[in-house]
């Protein structure tokens, strides 16, 4: 999953150069068609619960309440902050969060349990992937646009220099396996956060005239957060007990998607608004540097062991 997060501007860029950037989207029919296809196959369907009962009110309030602070982000960048529209949309955003707490503290088989989150470790380990999503998916589009806009490479040829960054992610994810089973997932997250801030802090500095080996330098170890990914998943759904493991795995899957639509929109933003005739990755990877170093402070909660009564 790691690997296919990073590798998508290396194939994209590769698209582009071919067919166009409207070829990016047709790259979806095949990769779906074959999923499901392996779906079929090998994955047994688990028992359903004919009990329970869709949150149709709750999907949507939900779905509006991320949709409209996204898209607050977005045209805040483009319209400036002072804008009407960015604050409308905000605004219309945080009604629907409001309105989607209320709905699910109300509904029998709500999408969202809120009582997983009375959990700290649960809390903390569903924030740590929020912030890791966000940080990863807006470095990701920042470096991105950069190397495009100030730098002026192709499609292609930002796709090429982003691929090392693809190869660590990958190693760091088959690592992380392997050490969260033998050291547990503490050091692990801790240690693929703090190796992401450190990559994000060397982006930071990346500058028109900066040699191009100091930006890839800087992405791999960006890519390198990726110890942190099986351990957080072992960690959240360690916490919330066999009997919600599912449960508690598909809350951290949204999560983490929910991050990374927020950080597209959120570093994006700042990316444009620090334009003076050239992108600065500055302000932006900045940003990400801090909230890998929150990141790192909630792994440390959410993989603290409960202290149990006498």
């Given at each position: 999953?790691?690997?296919?997060?990073?590798?998508?501007?290396?194939?994209?860029?590769?698209?582009?150069?071919?067919?166009?950037?409207?070829?990016?989207?047709?790259?979806?029919?095949?990769?779906?068609?074959?999923?499901?296809?392996?779906?079929?196959?090998?994955?047994?369907?688990?028992?359903?619960?004919?009990?329970?009962?869709?949150?149709?009110?709750?999907?949507?309030?939900?779905?509006?309440?991320?949709?409209?602070?996204?898209?607050?982000?977005?045209?805040?960048?483009?319209?400036?902050?002072?804008?009407?529209?960015?604050?409308?949309?905000?605004?219309?955003?945080?009604?629907?969060?409001?309105?989607?707490?209320?709905?699910?503290?109300?509904?029998?088989?709500?999408?969202?349990?809120?009582?997983?989150?009375?959990?700290?470790?649960?809390?903390?380990?569903?924030?740590?992937?929020?912030?890791?999503?966000?940080?990863?998916?807006?470095?990701?589009?920042?470096?991105?646009?950069?190397?495009?806009?100030?730098?002026?490479?192709?499609?292609?040829?930002?796709?090429?220099?982003?691929?090392?960054?693809?190869?660590?992610?990958?190693?760091?994810?088959?690592?992380?396996?392997?050490?969260?089973?033998?050291?547990?997932?503490?050091?692990?997250?801790?240690?693929?956060?703090?190796?992401?801030?450190?990559?994000?802090?060397?982006?930071?500095?990346?500058?028109?005239?900066?040699?191009?080996?100091?930006?890839?330098?800087?992405?791999?170890?960006?890519?390198?957060?990726?110890?942190?990914?099986?351990?957080?998943?072992?960690?959240?759904?360690?916490?919330?007990?066999?009997?919600?493991?599912?449960?508690?795995?598909?809350?951290?899957?949204?999560?983490?998607?929910?991050?990374?639509?927020?950080?597209?929109?959120?570093?994006?933003s700042l990316l444009a608004a620090t334009?003076?005739?050239?992108?600065?990755?500055?302000?932006?990877?900045?940003?990400?540097?801090?909230?890998?170093?929150?990141?790192?402070?909630?792994?440390?909660?959410?993989?603290?062991?409960?202290?149990?009564?006498?």
């Amino acid at each position: 999953g790691s690997a296919g997060v990073a590798l998508g501007p290396v194939l994209g860029g590769g698209l582009i150069a071919v067919a166009g950037w409207r070829s990016i989207f047709l790259v979806n029919i095949p990769v779906c068609v074959v999923t499901a296809g392996l779906l079929l196959r090998y994955v047994p369907e688990s028992p359903t619960d004919q009990g329970r009962q869709s949150d149709l009110p709750g999907l949507l309030l939900g779905v509006a309440a991320l949709a409209g602070v996204t898209a607050a982000f977005i045209e805040a960048g483009q319209r400036g902050w002072l804008s009407p529209v960015p604050g409308l949309l905000a605004a219309a955003g945080v009604v629907a969060a409001v309105c989607f707490v209320a709905a699910e503290r109300r509904q029998a088989s709500p999408v969202l349990p809120l009582g997983l989150f009375r959990a700290r470790a649960f809390s903390a380990g569903t924030a740590v992937g929020v912030l890791f999503n966000l940080c990863l998916y807006g470095a990701l589009i920042c470096v991105s646009l950069f190397l495009q806009g100030t730098r002026h490479e192709s499609a292609l040829a930002t796709g090429l220099i982003i691929l090392p960054m693809s190869v660590a992610v990958a190693i760091g994810s088959v690592a992380s396996g392997r050490l969260t089973a033998r050291l547990g997932p503490r050091w692990p997250m801790i240690a693929g956060l703090a190796l992401a801030a450190a990559g994000a802090a060397i982006l930071a500095t990346v500058g028109v005239n900066t040699p191009l080996v100091v930006l890839v330098a800087g992405s791999v170890v960006l890519g390198l957060t990726s110890l942190a990914m099986p351990a957080m998943t072992a960690a959240v759904v360690g916490t919330a007990g066999p009997e919600n493991a599912g449960v508690a795995s598909g809350v951290l899957n949204a999560a983490r998607q929910a991050g990374g639509a927020l950080g597209v929109a959120v570093l994006g933003s700042l990316l444009a608004a620090t334009s003076h005739g050239a992108l600065s990755l500055r302000v932006p990877l900045a940003v990400a540097t801090a909230g890998y170093l929150v990141a790192i402070w909630l792994a440390w909660i959410a993989t603290r062991p409960a202290v149990r009564p006498e």
